[in-house]
């Protein structure tokens, strides 16, 4: 941590990239492992085009059931740490960027501004008609979904009409609207990187809470360490990119953030 902390009171940029387990002690659950499952089946089941195709009631009561979790989350210690950092080093003329792979806004509602939520949001709907993304925060996101999403394997499906799913209305297309969040498959919606190579060239770069096996996310923090960029992990357990690090913090990431993106006593810029 020492050593960390040398670098970390030296960046002039740091980039933050994060996963699910950043929102694990909110009582997010992740995505793998034995809390990874909704009825039988785990995102990587219903998060593409082909399962909203076949079973768009099904896919969005699965969406409906996470949006009613998430709106009850807050932002836990590792959140609040890393938005308190932000602000702090921006006051020295510093930078923080966080890019999430987590759709739930709680690094927003942190107070995080630098923010890229790579993989979409819970809360924006994209119109499968004409395209439209927009904000939705709904509750429930449309009539005929209240009450379903629950998760226990054994439940009974809503089999909704798709005419009584969520219409996309700001356009008058009026065309069924699937979740924008960015869906397993290659090539699909692929989310906004242009500044990225250049900022993650010169930084420390802080990973935390992924399992580092969806790509792109996976691949940021092995590219820039091979380049020599100083990268600190912080997870629970070892990934299969740990190696590959400089610094590997194990623990929940709401108690190794704060510890480790603390006001530092010779901060400065490099
Ligand atoms: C704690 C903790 C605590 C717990 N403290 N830690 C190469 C190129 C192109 C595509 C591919 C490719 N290789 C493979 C692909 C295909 C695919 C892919 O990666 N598949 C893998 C499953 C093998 N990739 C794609 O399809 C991507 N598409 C694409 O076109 O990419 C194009 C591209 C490539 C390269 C450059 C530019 C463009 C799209 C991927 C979209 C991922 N979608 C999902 C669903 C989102 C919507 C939804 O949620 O409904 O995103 S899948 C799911 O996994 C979700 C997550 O964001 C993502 C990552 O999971 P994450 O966050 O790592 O969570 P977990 O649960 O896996 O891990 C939690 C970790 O936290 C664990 O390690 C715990 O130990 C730890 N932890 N508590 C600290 N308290």
């Known amino acids: 941590m020492a050593d960390f902390r040398t670098f970390f009171a030296k960046a002039k940029h740091i980039v933050i990239i994060s996963g699910a387990g950043v929102s694990a002690e909110s009582g997010v659950p992740t995505f793998r492992g034995a809390g990874g499952y909704w009825r039988k089946w785990q995102a990587q089941d219903l998060a593409t085009p082909q399962a909203f195709a076949h079973n768009p009631s099904r896919v969005w009561e699965f969406y409906h059931y996470r949006r009613e979790v998430v709106r009850t989350k807050e932002p836990n210690p590792g959140h609040l740490a890393i938005a308190e950092c932000e602000a702090r080093l921006g006051r020295q003329g510093r930078r923080v960027m966080v890019i999430t792979q987590n759709i739930d806004e709680l690094h927003r509602k942190a107070g995080t501004k630098n923010l890229l939520e790579i993989h979409g949001s819970l809360f ?21 979904l209240s009450g379903t999403g629950a998760p226990e394997p054994e439940t009974q499906e809503a089999r909704i009409p798709v005419e009584k799913l969520p219409r996309g209305l700001l356009t008058g297309a009026g065309g069924l609207v699937s979740s924008n969040c960015f869906w397993l498959g290659p090539g699909l919606n692929p989310p906004p990187l242009d500044d990225l190579e250049r900022i993650m060239n010169k930084c420390l770069c802080c990973k935390v809470g992924t399992s580092s096996v969806v790509y792109p996310a996976a691949m940021f923090a092995p590219q820039v360490s091979a380049r020599g960029v100083p ?40």
């Open 124 to 144: 924006k709907t994209r119109c499968t008609s004409c395209g439209v993304v927009a904000e939705n925060y709904k509750s429930p996101i449309c009539p005929a």
């Open 231 to 270: 990268v600190a992990e912080f997870n629970m357990e070892t990934t299969p990119a740990t190696n590959r690090f400089r610094f590997h913090f194990q623990g929940p990431c709401g108690s190794t953030l704060p510890e480790a993106l603390a006001r530092h006593e010779n901060e400065t810029v490099s």
